[in-house]
């Protein structure tokens, strides 16, 4: 693995409005934010809509699926908060990356469908998968700063 090495000032490969953007202090919160959003509205969308919940946890053959609605919910809402807030985002990361992996295991089994259906489930997959990536990239990015080397 290779050692953390920070952006060096007007380095030829970044443009310098493209390095001001990337060093603007507010750009972490709005990230995060971008990040969690799909979490957070659908956390939100469940708690209004519990029946709908149930329903869709039921529909992907997860039992007892008033359980696994409870969690989801909590995961989404809990860990999307501490995630925005830049708050335990290892853990927050962590969480959403499980229950993200979940879905599109559950969700997307394209191994077991065919045309149309097929490749649109493999899209779903792989989106799924680089949510997981980015929720990994902010846990790494929130460490890197803890340390003093992000």
């Known amino acids: 693995m290779s050692e953390f090495r920070p952006i060096r000032p007007s380095s030829p490969a970044t443009p310098r409005w493209v390095e001001a953007i990337l060093r603007w202090p507010r750009l972490d919160v709005l990230l995060r934010l971008g990040l969690a959003s799909a979490y957070l509205i659908g956390g939100v969308n469940k708690l ?5 919940a149930v329903a ?9 699926a008033a359980v696994w609605a409870v969690l989801a919910i ?3 809402l809990i860990a ?16 959403l990356g499980v229950l993200t992996l979940v879905a599109m295991v559950v969700a997307n089994d394209f191994w077991h469908l065919q ?6 489930a493999l899209n779903a997959f792989f989106e799924h998968l680089g949510l997981i990536a980015g929720l990994a990239c902010a846990a790494r990015i929130a460490l890197l700063k803890r340390q003093g080397t992000g």
Do not use: K, T, Y
């Open 48 to 52: 209004m809509d519990f029946p709908g």
């Open 80 to 95: 999307s908060l501490c995630l925005i807030a830049g708050r335990w985002v290892w853990l927050a990361a962590g969480a």
């Open 74 to 76: 909590a995961v989404e």
């Open 115 to 120: 045309g149309q259906a097929r490749f649109m």
């Open 56 to 64: 869709e946890q039921a529909h992907f053959g997860l039992q007892p």
